[in-house]
């Protein structure tokens, strides 16, 4: 799977964008983006997951470069609860035994009031 | 609603002991369950991949002897931390695969030895 690199902490003000990016250089053509975050002291929640086109559900967007090299997660309207550390994880859709998903350090996100 | 369910949320106990933990599908069969473990202000590593009525299989560097791993049934893997001792301690998180979704991650499970 290929490497990501995030940067390692991002504050938002509350009611604000938070844009956290992630580099993924070496992506290829059959591995997708997947969005992850964890607060504190519970499991990691799923947040959203795309290949080449841009997507949005209730949660979040997540906007990726046409070259996929690297991608956006937006959380459009921050609240103190999305205080957490979001995982930018890439990897080809889990079939047969390949199905783990592997962290990498994450950005922890910090809303502000 | 969750997905996943573990069990204990938290446990102490004293060094020496053995500690099981319990991961459950809820309402779905997961052929696959994975093992993680989390230190403080760490990411997540992959402790081992569990399958329904095979071994497990572990990650370099973990000890299978020490983390005993058994997906008896297709909603239920267990991991028993045997002869725990206060290194061991950590937050253990299991997660399953639903069909084709993204993998779903218990709440966890937070060890301290004593």
């Known amino acids: 799977d290929a490497k990501t690199t995030q940067p390692p902490s991002m504050d938002c003000a509350e009611g604000r964008a938070a844009n956290l990016p992630c580099n993924h250089s070496?992506?290829?053509?059959?591995?997708?983006v997947y969005w992850y975050r964890q607060i504190h002291s519970q499991g990691p929640q799923y947040i959203i997951h795309?290949?080449?086109n841009n997507e949005t559900n209730e949660m979040a967007s997540l906007i990726i470069t046409e070259d996929r090299k690297s991608s956006t997660l937006i959380l459009p309207h921050a609240t103190l609860r999305d205080t957490a550390v979001y995982y930018c994880?890439?990897?080809?859709?889990?079939?047969?035994?390949?199905?783990?998903?592997?962290f990498g350090a994450g950005t922890r996100l910090t809303v502000k009031p | 609603g969750a997905v996943v369910s573990q069990h204990p949320s938290w446990v102490i106990c004293k060094s020496g002991t053995s500690v099981k933990i319990e991961c459950r599908s809820l309402?779905?069969?997961?052929?696959?369950m994975f093992w993680y473990r989390q230190f403080p202000k760490q990411s997540l590593m992959l402790m081992a991949t569990?399958?329904?009525?095979?071994?497990?299989?572990?990650e370099q560097g973990v000890e299978k002897d020490k983390f005993l791993i058994n997906h008896a049934s297709l909603t239920l893997s267990t991991l028993t931390v045997t002869s725990a001792h206060p290194e061991d301690s950590s937050f253990y998180i299991c997660?399953?695969?639903?069909?084709?979704?993204?993998?779903?991650f218990g709440d966890g499970t937070r060890l301290s030895i004593l």
């Open positions: 997660s399953a695969i639903r069909g084709d979704q993204p993998q779903h």
């Open positions: 070496t992506i290829s053509g059959n591995e997708y």
């Open positions: 795309g290949l080449k």
């Open positions: 994880i890439v990897r080809v859709v889990p079939s047969g035994n390949n199905n783990d998903m592997r």
């Open positions: 309402d779905f069969q997961a052929t696959t």
């Open positions: 569990s399958n329904e009525g095979s071994k497990a299989t572990y």
